[in-house]
C-alpha cells in the first residue's frame, strides 16, 4: 500500500509561484496514475491536474490551464505540481492522490491520498 506526503504549501501573494511535492513510499509510483486535488473551505475536493503513469498524459482543469503545471519523475517517486501566476482563488488545501488504473478526474476513482499541504494567496 503506497504512502503520500505532499509538501511544498505556504503562503504566497498573488502573482507568485509555488512548487509542491508528493513523495510515495511503500510502493512504486509507476504503478499509479496520480492527481492533484484541492479543497476549499465549505467546498467540495475537486481536481485540479492528473497526469498518467508514464507521464504521457495529463489533465488540467480549466481554472489553471496556463498556469499550473503536473510532472512526474517516477525513478524520484515523486510528483510534482509547479503552480505559478497564482490567485486568491487559489487558495485551499491542495492533496495529491493516487490511482490504480488509468488517468482519471473522477475523486472517488483514487485508491491513496496525502494529508495535504496549505495553499494560500494573499492579494
Known amino acids: 500500500q503506497v504512502q503520500l506526503v505532499e509538501s511544498g504549501g505556504g503562503l504566497v501573494q498573488a502573482g507568485g509561484s509555488l512548487r509542491l511535492s508528493c513523495a510515495a513510499s511503500?510502493?512504486?509510483?509507476?504503478?499509479?496514475?496520480m492527481g492533484w486535488f484541492r479543497q476549499a473551505p465549505g467546498k467540495e475536493r475537486d481536481i485540479v491536474a492528473a497526469?498518467?503513469?508514464?507521464?504521457?498524459?495529463?489533465y488540467y482543469a480549466d481554472s489553471v490551464k496556463g498556469r499550473f503545471t503536473i510532472s512526474r519523475d517516477n525513478a524520484r517517486n515523486t510528483m510534482y505540481l509547479q503552480m505559478n501566476s497564482l490567485k486568491p482563488e487559489d487558495t485551499a488545501v491542495y492533496y495529491c492522490a493516487a490511482a490504480t488504473r488509468s488517468i482519471t478526474v473522477v475523486v472517488t476513482q483514487y485508491d491513496y491520498w496525502g494529508q495535504g499541504t496549505q495553499v494560500t494567496v494573499s492579494s
Open positions: 511503500g510502493g512504486t509510483l509507476s504503478s499509479y496514475a
Open positions: 497526469i498518467s503513469r508514464t507521464g504521457g498524459s495529463t
